[in-house]
């Protein structure tokens, strides 16, 4: 079963910059795919950005020029640099990822963390 678990969030003030992590374990694959979505208050949860099996990305155009998701298959470790931050980019983030090869597949994929909050206020 593989367990992904996210860390970084936190408390931060508009034009700050955070960076996520996703750790995976229980696999002896290493992180093939993965995304970040969010989910602000009251809102129903929704990409931020994705990295295909390939290594292509995308991302959500409220997030373009200011998040880089990225990954790290030595450390089986994913990763979301967010810079500029906005008040409007709180949410908790959920780290989304897979194991197997998946192509071209932006996902959803099938293994989700728990989450963690991020808060940008002055």
């Known amino acids: 079963q593989v367990q992904l678990v996210e860390s970084g969030g936190g408390l931060v003030q508009p034009g700050d910059s955070l960076r996520l992590s996703c750790a995976a374990s229980?696999?002896?694959?290493?992180?093939?795919?993965m995304g970040w979505y969010r989910q602000p208050p009251g809102k129903r949860r929704e990409l931020v950005a994705a990295m295909t099996s390939d290594g292509s990305t995308k991302y959500a155009d409220a997030v373009k020029g200011r998040f880089t998701i990225s990954r790290d298959n030595a450390k089986n470790t994913g990763y979301l640099q967010m810079n500029s931050l906005k008040p409007e980019d709180t949410a908790v983030y959920y780290c989304?990822?897979?194991?197997?090869?998946?192509?071209?597949?932006?996902?959803?994929?099938?293994?989700w963390g728990q989450g963690t909050q991020v808060t940008v206020s002055s």
């Open positions: 989304n990822a897979d194991v197997g090869y998946s192509g071209s597949y932006y996902g959803p994929y099938d293994y």
């Open positions: 229980g696999s002896i694959f290493s992180i093939n795919a």
